[in-house]
């Protein structure tokens, strides 16, 4: 099961007392405030690593106005989905008129509608690259709503040593998915168009803009954000270190004194032999 902590003896399942059955020290107070000062120790010790960590983050968050504008900003791309992403008019078919726009919102309330309309009005204007067109703007709105969310989560890192080019790399896709999904609307308008000139006329929504924008403005604040390098500031840890190197000190000492009280018992008895 385990050792005696002063004997070694190894204890047994039967050996359920709280004393030794060998030497019969306590097994539950032999040692206990050295045991408690080690944990004290080791309490203090994470804490002085953990508390630059937890510098970092606050200071990412709030440590200038522009981490705070950072923060503002990153949530953007999400409102600006809810803002109409796609105008879409569709009269004279063989379904209802559609007269209606396209954004978040929308796509979440009534997804089954969404994805009827992307799947027969292209099969109905006879445009496979349509159909396909048209998903991959649904994808780009999964894709620009959920970086939003992820950049706000590695927001917290950002002055880690590869923050910066993390926060680049986030803000560059999302603005890469509005691109996308604008170019794809686009030509999807015209593909349906083309084919149904008297009954369909589309046209990108200002929401599909401005998520393009504002991720060129998450990347526009995170570049003003280095450029300035504000120093982190870091809690005055010196405290815990100086009472820790106090009790190692202590603790070297007397185990120093302890070893040469042994020597010296030890050479007494070899004396006397």
Do not use: W
Not at 150 to 165: R, W
């Amino acid at each position: 099961m385990a050792n005696c902590p002063k004997c070694g003896y190894k204890l047994r399942m039967i050996d359920v007392k709280a004393d030794c059955p060998k030497c019969g020290v306590n097994l539950i107070y032999y040692n206990h405030q050295e045991r408690l000062d080690e944990d004290a120790d080791k309490a203090e010790e994470e804490m002085i690593n953990f508390q630059p960590k937890i510098d970092r983050v606050k200071f990412a968050f709030k440590g200038t106005k522009l981490s705070i504008a950072r923060i503002i900003l990153i949530l953007i791309p999400i409102g600006m989905l809810f803002l109409p992403l796609a105008n879409i008019s569709c009269v004279g078919l063989p379904y209802h008129d559609i007269d209606t726009s396209f954004s978040l919102m929308s796509v979440i309330n009534d997804y089954e509608a969404v994805l009827n309309f992307g799947l027969s009005l292209p099969q109905f204007a006879d445009s496979t690259l349509a159909m396909i067109l048209f998903f991959v703007c649904l994808l780009c709105i999964v894709i620009a709503a959920l970086f939003s969310l992820v950049s706000l989560v590695a927001c917290a890192f950002s002055c880690s040593p590869k923050g910066f080019k993390r926060n680049i790399t986030l803000a560059s896709i999302g603005v890469a998915a509005g691109v996308i999904g604008n170019i794809s609307l686009a030509i999807f308008n015209s593909q349906l168009h083309a084919a149904l000139p008297e009954n369909y006329t589309g046209s990108n929504g200002i929401g599909a803009i401005l998520v393009v924008v504002a991720y060129l403005l998450i990347i526009g604040v995170n570049v003003l954000i280095k450029k300035q390098n504000v120093p982190v500031k870091y809690k005055d840890v010196s405290e815990y270190v100086e009472r820790m190197e106090r009790r190692r000190k202590e603790k070297a000492e007397l185990e120093a004194k302890a070893e040469a009280l042994l020597n010296a018992e030890k050479e007494v008895s070899v004396a006397a032999e």
